[in-house]
C-alpha cells in the first residue's frame, strides 16, 4: 500500500481534459513539495512536474500541477494519444527516522 | 547530455549479493543528492536509499535496512549499491535517480 493514494486509472477522450489527483498527509504532500512523473510502460519515468507546479524544459505546457494542503492534482488538457501511460506523485516524507521519498501507486491513463 | 546508467544487475540466488553501479555524466554529480529507486514487476515505484553530495546523510527504507548499503565517489561521478542477503521480493528494476535524472535502470532477479 502506497503512502501516496492515487487513483488506479483515469481516461479521456483526444482533447479533452483529465486531472489526475494524488493525496497524502502533514508530513508528506503538506509539508513538502510534490513531483509528478511519467512513465510508458518498458522505459525509465520521466520528470513533468517539479517544486507542485513547475515544468521541465521540454515539457509541454499541457501538462500542469497543482497542490494545496495535504493533496496535489496533475492537470493534461488537450489530451492526445502518446500521453497514454502512468502516472506517479512523488514527495518527501519527514519519518521519524530520516527522510523517505514517498511514491503513489500510479495512475494508468487510457486515451480513448 | 545529462545521462546516469546503471549497470551490474543479474540473476542472483536467495542469500546471495549483487553491486549495482550507476555512471552519472553531464552534470555536477558531486553537488546532487541521489537515490536508487525499485520497481517490482508490474508494481509501482519503490524508494530504496538515498545519499547526500557529499555523502553526508544517507539514508535507507525499512525493507533493505541492514541489508543494502550505498555509496558514491564524486571523483569518478559514480553511485553505487551494495545488496547483500538478497530475497525473492528484492527482484525488480532498480533506477539510479536524482529527482530530475533518471537512468534505464538494470534488472535485478533473485531466484533459485
Known amino acids: 500500500q502506497s503512502v501516496l493514494t492515487q487513483p488506479p486509472s483515469a481516461s479521456g477522450t483526444p482533447g479533452q481534459r483529465v486531472t489526475i489527483s494524488c493525496s497524502g498527509s502533514n508530513s508528506n504532500i503538506g509539508g513538502n513539495t510534490v513531483t509528478w512523473y511519467q512513465q510508458i510502460p518498458g522505459t525509465a519515468p520521466k520528470l513533468l512536474i517539479y517544486?507542485?507546479?513547475d515544468r521541465p524544459s521540454g515539457v509541454p505546457d499541457r501538462f500542469s500541477g497543482s497542490k494545496s494542503g495535504t493533496s496535489a492534482s496533475l492537470a493534461i488538457s488537450g489530451l492526445q494519444s502518446d500521453d497514454e501511460a502512468v502516472y506517479y506523485c512523488a514527495a518527501w516524507d519527514d519519518g521519524l527516522n530520516g527522510p523517505v521519498w514517498v511514491f503513489g501507486g500510479g495512475t494508468k491513463l487510457t486515451v480513448l | 547530455e545529462v545521462q546516469v546508467v546503471e549497470s551490474g544487475g543479474g540473476l542472483v540466488k536467495p542469500g546471495g549479493s549483487l553491486r549495482l553501479s550507476c555512471a552519472a555524466s553531464?552534470?555536477?554529480?558531486?553537488?546532487?543528492?541521489m537515490n536508487w529507486v525499485r520497481q517490482a514487476p508490474g508494481k509501482g515505484l519503490e524508494w530504496v536509499s538515498s545519499?547526500?553530495?557529499?555523502?553526508?546523510?544517507?539514508y535507507y527504507a525499512d525493507s533493505v535496512k541492514g541489508r543494502f548499503t550505498i555509496s558514491r565517489d564524486n571523483a569518478k561521478n559514480s553511485l553505487y549499491l551494495q545488496m547483500n542477503s538478497l530475497r525473492a521480493d528484492d527482484t525488480a528494476v532498480y533506477y539510479c535517480?536524482?529527482?530530475?535524472?533518471w537512468g534505464q535502470g538494470t534488472l535485478v532477479t533473485v531466484s533459485s
Open positions: 545519499v547526500s553530495g557529499g555523502s553526508g546523510y544517507i
Open positions: 517544486n507542485n507546479d
Open positions: 535517480a536524482s529527482e530530475s535524472i
Open positions: 553531464g552534470f555536477a554529480f558531486s553537488t546532487y543528492n
